[in-house]
């Protein structure tokens, strides 16, 4: 190996090794793409379901509708019973300034902006800390709320949410989240009746 | 028999994390429990022990002035590869690691075994060590999330050691935690290593 090579030999190998990972990678590709994107369809099938879970009978398109707040992009389901009347939201939205970045979250709520249910989507903070917003004891204080009857956030801040314990930032995001989706539903309502 | 021999190694008197001390980046990030350790370990041993295999096979045909340039190319193949397919069969894990499978590229025991024993040992032996080293990286991963996360959430792997209403200590969860316990373990797999050599 320590012999002087041609720059030509140097120049053939390198680019047929980065052919070669090329050609494979996309195979994988091919291969794995279908299964990712089934997966991510039934991460958010699943989503709805749980944020949704005290309609009994409603229906929910596959595609999202988009709209937005405060420049941020929000993505919606509206959930509509069998005469097709809307009987629910599931709101996508993003939990501003998480510990690590902004985290989305499924909001669900029925037709009068009540909310049913809440489903962290994809985040990443902290294992043991920020993550307890995943968990059922953070999460039932949200159920039943509306924009009008809560001060939306945390008890530190003068708000009526009970912040996890050392991730308050993680609950301001996810109360700050919570509170986008509901202004949203607001929007839409006001769309609706306009 | 030199297969054990191998393994005792890399698990203990030249174990990647606490022998050469090599890879901490991800070592110290994504141990905040044990699962994720586990997670990590197995997905770097996959792309240790192809990226050592394929290397070997090309040692003779890779010029050495570009061999650091090749080297990233084959192991950046396997970590995307991997990428794809945890996103694809195991979306879970796929979400709470996501962030650090690209890193896997930039660790250093992977090129550090590409250069130091792929690149001048055959296929098999190549093979061998590439999984012997993952191996010893997951157990190293897989210690050091257990502790914190006994300490730090009260379980692990989803077993309770206290109930969820008792205080745990929160720091070892946190960045400061993983090297307090880090600085532990040394000492100890040190002590461990010793005795194993002092066995002989």
Known sequence: MAKEESALKVIIVLVVISFASAFLLAYVNQVTSGPIEENKKAETKKAIGIVLNTISDYKCQEIPEETEIDDSPVRYFPAKSTDGKIVGYAIIVKGPNGFSNDFDMMVGMDSSGTIIDTYVLDHKETPGLGDGMTKEKFKKQFRGKNLENTKWSVKKDGGDIDALTAATITSRAFTAGVKRALLVFKKLKEGINA | ?200
């Open chain 2, 1 to 200: 028999m030199k297969i054990i021999e191998k393994f005792k190694k890399t698990f203990f008197t030249e174990n990647p994390v606490t022998g050469l001390l090599l890879g901490l980046c991800p070592t110290l990030a994504v141990t905040s429990s044990a699962k994720n350790g586990i997670g990590m370990g197995l997905a770097t041993a996959f792309v240790l022990t192809g990226s050592n295999l394929v290397i070997s096979m090309l040692k003779n045909i890779i010029p050495n002035k570009v061999r650091i340039p090749a080297f990233i190319v084959v192991i950046a193949t396997f970590v995307t590869i991997v990428d794809m397919s945890l996103q694809a069969t195991m979306f879970e894990l796929h979400k709470t690691l996501g962030l650090f499978i690209p890193l896997i590229v930039v660790n250093c025991i992977i090129l550090g075994r590409a250069e130091a024993f792929a690149s001048k040992n055959n296929v098999w032996d190549s093979f061998i060590d590439g999984i012997a080293n993952g191996l010893g990286f997951t157990f190293a991963l897989f210690i050091l999330g257990s502790i914190r996360e006994i300490l730090g959430s009260g379980s692990v792997l989803g077993f309770r050691f206290w109930p969820e209403e008792y205080r745990t200590i929160l720091v070892f969860v946190l960045a400061p935690g993983a090297f307090l316990t880090l600085g532990f373990m040394l000492v100890g797999m040190n002590k461990i290593s010793k005795l194993l050599q002092g066995g002989k």
